[in-house]
């Protein structure tokens, strides 16, 4: 089993949302969170005043995968998150030592299916 988390902009959640269940992932959690990477966030103008917004608005996923689908969530969300400008964000793997659903104590990955 596989635990992918994705750091990406709010404007893709939607599209990123219907590619990975498409993709074969059961269910994922959204966290709104603020954060910065090379960019270091940005200036802007409100009411002729000038700030700088040092962390932006990002959206984190969390989704747990049976390791023969990883590539597939992965591509689908990569290809979905990406708009070709800077700040898409970031995506990580990790290996998920153990799953369990708390309702039936199932066990590994059939804890992770529907």
Same mark, same amino acid.
């Given at each position: 089993?596989?635990?992918?988390?994705?750091?990406?902009?709010?404007?893709?959640?939607?599209?990123?949302?219907?590619? +990975?269940?498409?993709? @074969? #992932?059961?269910?994922?959690?959204?966290? $709104?969170?603020? @954060?910065?990477?090379?960019?270091?966030?940005?200036? !802007?103008?409100?009411? @002729?005043? !000038?700030?700088?917004?040092?962390?932006?608005?990002?959206?984190?996923?969390?989704?747990? +995968?049976?390791?023969?689908?990883?590539?597939?969530?992965? $591509?689908?969300?990569?290809?979905? #998150?990406?708009?070709?400008?800077? @700040?898409?964000?970031?995506?990580?793997?990790?290996?998920?030592?153990?799953?369990?659903?708390?309702?039936?104590?199932?066990?590994?990955?059939?804890?992770?299916?529907?």
């Amino acid at each position: 089993m596989k635990f992918i988390v994705a750091v990406i902009k709010p404007s893709r959640l939607d599209a990123v949302l219907d590619a +990975v269940t498409e993709a @074969g #992932a059961s269910g994922l959690t959204v966290t $709104e969170v603020r @954060g910065y990477g090379r960019q270091k966030g940005k200036t !802007e103008v409100y009411r @002729g005043a !000038e700030y700088e917004v040092k962390l932006l608005p990002k959206v984190k996923l969390e989704i747990a +995968v049976p390791t023969d689908i990883v590539e597939a969530v992965v $591509e689908a969300l990569a290809r979905t #998150a990406n708009t070709g400008k800077i @700040g898409d964000g970031k995506i990580f793997v990790l290996d998920l030592e153990q799953a369990i659903r708390i309702r039936t104590g199932e066990l590994g990955s059939g804890a992770l299916a529907g």
